[in-house]
């Protein structure tokens, strides 16, 4: 019951964090601003949040085995689907943030030019 707790905790501040900062983007991309440098940031630290919830559940799947193995604490239906979709979706994150520094930078080479 704790670690469902913990669980449902790490996923919503990830989810909370990640639609802040999907805010603040999309309030640059409405005034025009899509191409700069804190957006891709922004995209950066959603990835990292992102992965590290992942590891988090995983750490806390693992714990949870050796407690109901040991005997120390009886889970019931301890299983993890261990899939690799939300690993691509968390690439596509970090893939997105990427353009989105690459094109900060062409932006500002273009605005340097005369």
């Keep these: ?3 469902e707790g913990i669980v ?5 501040s990830a989810t909370l964090f990640g639609l802040h900062h999907l805010k603040r983007i999309l309030r640059n991309v409405a005034a025009g601003r899509a191409f700069v440098r804190e957006n891709g940031l922004r995209l950066r630290k959603v990835g990292y949040v992102a ?11 693992v714990g949870s085995l050796v407690l109901d193995m040991t005997g120390v604490v009886e889970f019931e239906g301890n299983t993890l689907a261990i ?3 939300p690993w691509i979706g968390i690439l596509g994150i970090f893939v997105l943030s990427t353009i989105f520094l690459e094109g900060a930078e062409i932006k500002e080479e273009q605005d340097l030019t005369v």
Aim: proline share 5%; net charge neutral.
């Design 1 to 3: 019951m704790i670690l």
């Design 8 to 12: 449902v905790m790490v996923f919503a």
């Design 51 to 61: 992965a590290a919830a992942m590891v988090v559940l995983y750490v806390l799947w």
């Design 83 to 85: 899939t690799p979709l």
